[in-house]
Structures are given as structure tokens and as C-alpha cells.
């Protein structure tokens, strides 16, 4: 579990994603003078140079940020995002959620960001500081627990795990059910990869399979949990069919707030289309349990 390195996907199509979600979500609850918590339970490095080798290696931000950057629509969300990412991209870089959350918070609010990948949280920790930023190499499964209920009563945590293996799908699913029990006021956003077999070799055949069908019981877990609310949002890039490795990717927010659904949809109207691989590209954003 400590090979994943996130410098090789950084700006992809699920950071994409994933980012204009975190992006809403804080945005929602800055709505309030009151401050927050913010958790992010796999931190990663927190901020990615495009120009690096893993990053050029794969070149996966060519098919996801880059594309963004040429948006010329009007939906005033995916705009807000851009002129955020906009801000490192002149620079070569791109802001992995503990730095969005950084650059999106407030004096009142409060971050608490754990990785447990040696380099990676050395990383983290030349990247990111301030006064309300707590940073601990550690565990995010059993960091999140340990610190919940945090002192501020509302919140949100990102769960964004490498899924490396099979059995972390689980895991997830384990953590996330305690930890809703223990902060019920939270808001949960769970990323998971939508992931088809490959055709390179055998060892890619096998890592698909092992993981093929574990997102989906994921999700049923969740489903099967007496929740306020859990939506699914999903960026299909293209079909599973057409699909080498991940085809897409998801996030199931639990405790949504009221509108995310329908802002989320229309950023995903427009997104879609431009970040298509293939004519098979689709998204849907799916109410799984309704308050």
C-alpha cells in the first residue's frame, strides 16, 4: 500500500471531479460565519508539478486539467474552479485537495490532513502550512476515527484513498460507517475508481479483476446505512466496454447539502463532453437514499 503515488495521476479526469466537488462543498459551508473542519484522511503530497517526471510519464493531466483550461462555457462553478486551478497551472502546477482546502479556508475554519507514505507526507509537509493546518503521518482510516467528533460541529471529510488493493474497498466502507456514527452532523465524500479490465498483459488483467465490482459494493454498503442522505455522482470518460483501467470515477457525499445535486449536474452537463475519450462518455449524479 506504500507504492501509490499520486503525482502520476494529478489533474486527471477524477481530479477533476473530485475537486470541483470539494470545491462546492466548502463553498456551501462557508455560506456560515461559523467555522469548520476539514479532514482529508489520504493527503498525498498536496501540490503536484506537471513538469515532473511521473507526472509526464503517464500525461494523464493532458486528458483531464488541460483540457479544462480551454472552458469556454458559462457555468459560473466550473469558472470558480478554473480561476482556482488557474493560479498553479501558470506555474506548471496543479493543487491536490489538502492545498484546495488550504487556499479555500478561512481564519475560523480548522484542516487536519493525514498521509501515512513516508516521502509523501515529508511532501506534504514542505507544501502546505498555516496556523489552523494540522498535519500527522498516520493512518487516515484510523486518524479520522481518533478525531471525531472534532470541537467544531460541522464539516467535511475526504476520503480518497489509493485502492491498491482489493481489500481497501472494504475498509473504507468499515470507516466511513463508525465515523458517520460518531460525527452524524459531517459531510462524507468517498472517491472510487471505476475500473475495467485491461488488455496489456496478464498482470494488468489480474489487477482489474481483482478490483472489478468492488466500487459497486461499496456503494451498496453505504446504501444499506441508515443515512440522512447518500448521493452518487459519476464521470464516465468513456464506456467500460472501450475502458483500459479507469474508464471513470465516482464520489458518494453523504449528508449532501441542499442544491449540490443540481449544481453538480449542471457542471457535469458541460464537463462531460470535454472531457470525453470516446462518443460513449457519460455522468450521473443519482440520489441512493433521499432525507
Known sequence: MFSYRHSFHAGNHADVLKHLGQ???IE????KEKGFMYFDTHSGAGL???GSDNAQKTMEFQQGIERLMQYQGANSDIKTYIDLIAQYHRHGNYPGSP???RCLMRDQDKLVLMEWHNQEIDNLRENISGKNVSIHHRDGFEGLLAMTPPALPRGLVLIDPSYEVASEYQQVADMVI???KRW???MFVVWYPLIANRHDNESDVHYAQ???GKSEALLNALKAQPFKNLLQIELCVTSKEQGAGMYGSGLAVINAPWQFDQRMQAALQELTPLLAQSPSASSKVTWLITG
Open 23 to 25: 470545491l462546492l462543498l
Open 28 to 31: 456551501k459551508l462557508k455560506e
Open 48 to 50: 503536484y508539478d506537471l
Open 99 to 101: 492545498e484546495i482546502a
Open 178 to 180: 463508525k465515523a458517520v
Open 184 to 186: 452524524s452532523t459531517g
Open 210 to 212: 481483482s478490483k472489478m
